[in-house]
Structure formats: C-alpha cells, structure tokens
C-alpha cells in the first residue's frame, strides 16, 4: 500500500493568512493526487484533484502542487469557513489511500 | 444535482453482516465508478472498494475477504455488505461517485451513515 504523510498535523492561523499543507507519498503517486476539505459532521468535498485541478465550484484561493512523492495544498489567504479538516489521497494505484488528515484551527 | 444517499440498519452485533444501500438520484449510476468509503469516529478516511456500473470491483486488502460491493443499475442503486463485524468496523460509511473515469477523487459524496457494532 502507498502510504500518505501529511504535514502538519494540525496548524492555527488567522483570517487572511496563506497556508501550506504537505502532502508526501511513500512512492510515486504521479499526479492523481487529490485534496478534501471536511467539516465537522459533514462528508468530505473535492476541492483539488490531478494535483493541481481546481474542482469546479471552489474557489480560487485553493491550489495545489507537486508531483511524484510531494505534493501541496496552499490556501493564499484565510477564510473564516476554511477552517476545517484537509485530507489528501492518492488515486494512482489499489488500494486507494488517504492522508491522516490537517486540522486548520483558529489563532 | 447529483444526490446520493446511505440507509441501513445503525447497529450490528458481533459477528453478524453489515448491509448498507446508497441511493444515487439526480443522474444515472451508468459509465460511473462507484465507491464506498468509511471513517471511525474521531479518525481519518479508509478506501473500502470501488464498482464499475458494469460490475466489476476492486477491494481495499485489508478488507478483502470481508467485503461484497454490488450494483443495481434498474435501481440506481449500490449495496455494500460487510461480514464478521466486529467493534473495529464501527464507523460513518460513506458511498462516493469517483470523477474523470476512474483516477480524479470523489466528486460526490452521501452524508453518510453511522454503523455501531455492538452486543
């Protein structure tokens, strides 16, 4: 199994800060790496996928990078509904496999 | 708009068969693979398999001899059994519809359903 490591595990910031996730593969995804927000209590939503593919519906603020065994999620300034729980995945290979998660919290 | 949804029994005994039905309205299971996914409470995701409309499947190892994905295309339907539960198979269980053919994640997701293992 590709195992994901994301990085870090949980960061505070404050509205209108940019913010970066890493996302690092055990082996080389290529590029279907893709990005989830999840709120609590809610399912999780495509926000990024191939990478750096913004999902149709979000907003540009969200964008994504890398390729092979990096890989980023960055959020160029802060919204108050942004704070939430980011998830990545991996779709190049069975069995699929998810990130243990980033919780953004509130400074 | 595309809506799925999860329905199935909450609470499972030991041992017994989880069954869960997801509901897809709003477009036609057809040309679509169809995933089921699950979360423990408190924890991240795990990938259990995914189902063409055609039928074929491809199962999560770690789940594999457990595991029973199904479609029902005159139903818009999909079906996920799980066999010999235990306490470590409670989770909210997902059922998802993967974008761009195969490769480019989880467009569309049910709100989920809580399964509770439990004696």
């Known amino acids: 199994d590709i195992q994901m490591t994301q990085s870090p595990s949980s960061l505070s910031a404050s509205v209108g800060d940019r913010v970066t996730i890493t996302c690092r593969a055990s082996q080389s995804v290529t590029s279907y790496l893709n990005w989830y927000q999840q709120k609590p209590g809610k399912a999780p939503k495509l926000l990024i996928y191939a990478a750096s593919s913004l999902q149709s519906g979000v907003p540009s603020r969200f964008s994504g990078g890398g390729s092979g065994t990096d890989f980023t999620l960055t959020i160029s300034s802060l919204q108050p509904e942004d704070f939430s729980t980011y998830y990545c995945q991996q779709s190049d290979s069975t069995p699929w496999t998810f990130g243990q998660g980033t919780k953004v919290e509130i400074k | 708009q595309v809506q799925l949804q999860e329905s199935g029994p909450g609470l499972v005994k030991p041992s017994e068969t989880l069954s869960l039905t997801c509901t897809v309205s709003g477009g036609s299971i057809s040309t679509y693979y169809w995933s089921w996914i699950r979360q423990p409470p408190g924890k991240g995701l795990e990938w259990i398999g995914w189902i063409y409309y055609s039928g074929s499947t491809n199962y999560n190892p770690s789940l594999k001899s457990r595991v029973t994905i199904s479609v029902d295309t005159s139903k818009n339907q999909l079906s996920l059994k799980l066999s010999s539960v235990s306490a470590a198979d409670t989770a909210l269980y997902y059922c998802?519809?993967?974008?761009?053919?195969?490769?480019?994640?989880?467009?569309?997701w049910g709100q989920g359903t809580l399964v509770t293992v439990s004696s």
């Open positions: 998802a519809r993967v974008q761009g053919g195969y490769t480019y994640g989880f467009e569309y």
